[in-house]
């Protein structure tokens, strides 16, 4: 996982000084071009139905694909006025254009386990690209955020971008990845993130949680991160960084996370069991306040 890219910026430069934000027919289309490369490439990769391992030609792809994906969403947004102000607009333009490539959308189906069979039509799970998703997270501010899932064997990834406006162009300021990994339990699948705002001007904390991927168990691992970002200066820093066990056989959900001001709550079914299980495991409820770049539990509100 990390903060903010070079390379990311650079892109966005380079489209600056070569004018083509704002006509970015060429550039889609060469992203797009790529993107279909990609997904073709990993969807040729054969994996046993049950392999946890990533194939050492997917680990380099997957990475590419989603850089790919956070590269269209910068030229989506900086194409037009309305895709930068209407975040659902923005979703639709790549989706259309993703079509256009022969690249649909859809979630398979999912097991009981939180394991997802494969998609009909296709040779692997490595290469689907199940959602995309742009929305503005804070009422009445400029900041964008977006999210692309993409597949992977029993389960899913997904990824997080920020994105404000600094001038004219859309600038992604923080970037939530995990690249390079050699079995799918270092995915973030089951994603949810909560923006909540800081009581430090020019500052918001971003909370992440995620399950990791496995192709059987009930039981797994729940992740939940807390970034404070420093929107102005495009860097971030980790406030929390925690995990515990999680019991998927209770609820649907398999867990909530809610924020408000300075605070977050989530709630799963899970901890630590000493001994065997006799009975379902207990629901869990962690909160914590955020203050002044500091992050402590308290009570549940």
């Known amino acids: 996982m990390k ?5 990311v910026i650079g892109a966005l430069v380079f489209l600056v000084i070569s004018g083509e934000v704002g006509t970015s027919d060429g550039t889609e289309n060469n992203l797009l071009s790529q993107i279909a490369q990609t997904v073709k490439k990993l969807q040729d990769i054969k994996v046993a139905p049950s392999d946890a391992n990533i194939p050492p030609p997917a680990i380099p792809l997957l990475r590419e694909l989603k850089q790919r994906l956070r590269d269209l969403i ?28 022969g690249i649909r959308m859809e979630f ?14 296709y040779k692997s799970p490595y290469g689907n690209i199940y959602s995309i998703a742009i929305e503005k997270p804070v009422p009445n501010d400029d900041i964008i955020a977006a999210t692309a899932t993409i597949g992977i064997n029993c389960g899913e990834d997904t990824s997080l971008w920020l994105f404000k ?12 990845e995990v690249n390079d990994y050699s079995d799918i339990s270092a995915a973030q ?5 909560r923006i909540v705002p800081s009581d430090k001007r020019d500052h918001i904390n971003v909370v992440t949680a995620n399950i990791t991927p496995w192709c059987s168990s009930w039981w797994r691992k729940i992740r939940y991160i807390v970034q404070q970002v420093t929107v102005r200066e495009e ?7 925690e995990s515990d066990d ?4 209770v609820d649907p959900k398999f867990y909530t996370l809610t924020a408000g001001t300075n605070y977050f ?37």
Request: some cysteine; glycine content about 10%.
């Open 3 to 7: 903060s903010i890219g070079l390379a």
């Open 74 to 101: 910068a030229v989506t947004l900086n194409a037009s006025t309305v895709a930068g102000e209407e975040p659902d607009a923005a979703k639709q333009m790549i989706i259309d254009a993703l079509g256009r490539k």
């Open 108 to 121: 398979p189906r999912e097991s009981k386990r939180g394991s997802y069979q494969r998609l009909s039509g």
């Open 165 to 176: 406006k600094s001038g004219s162009l859309w600038v992604c300021i923080f970037i939530n």
């Open 189 to 193: 699948a089951n994603f949810t993130y």
């Open 235 to 241: 860097k971030s820093r980790t406030l929390l960084n």
């Open 246 to 249: 999680i019991y998927l056989g």
């Open 265 to 301: 709550v989530l709630k799963y079914y899970g901890g630590r069991i000493d001994g065997p299980l006799t009975a379902l495991p207990p629901q869990v409820t962690k909160a914590f306040e955020i203050k002044n770049g500091n992050i402590k539990r308290i009570e549940a509100k």
